[in-house]
């Protein structure tokens, strides 16, 4: 499944921004999808998933409250809606599909990657 993210760039702190991931020529039904993030120097962190059976969603609890994760499959795309972002929500941020079920929201459960979109929070 080929991945191609948009919507990353600068923001200042408490603005919001939406990431975009579109599947061109794949379906994207009945697959778990996710939004994960990555510093320099750390391991790649889950922010959101969302099931592709039952629309469950999972987050990272210091996103909770602030993102949402969406998913149009008729336009074989998903969203990640980031609202008052803060500088620790600089990273780069990737989105992910896989054919599974949805457990845990880790990148060790994800096969299939979008090239990734810078994030920076900055006043």
């Known amino acids: 499944v080929q991945l191609v993210e948009s919507g990353g760039g600068l923001v200042q702190p408490g603005g919001s921004l939406r990431l975009s991931c579109a599947s061109p020529?794949?379906?994207?039904?009945?697959?778990?999808l996710g939004w994960f993030r990555q510093v320099p120097g750390k391991a790649r962190q889950g922010v959101a998933c969302?099931?592709?059976?039952?629309?469950?969603?999972l987050y990272a609890e210091s996103v909770k409250g602030r993102f949402t994760i969406s998913r149009d499959d008729t336009q074989n795309t998903f969203y990640l809606q980031m609202n008052s972002l803060q500088p620790e929500d600089t990273a780069a941020y990737y989105c992910a599909a896989e054919q599974n079920l949805l457990t845990v929201c880790h990148y060790l459960r994800f096969g299939s990657w979008g090239q990734g979109t810078q994030v920076n929070v900055s006043s």
């Open positions: 020529g794949s379906t994207l039904d009945s697959q778990t």
């Open positions: 969302i099931s592709g059976t039952n629309g469950g969603t």
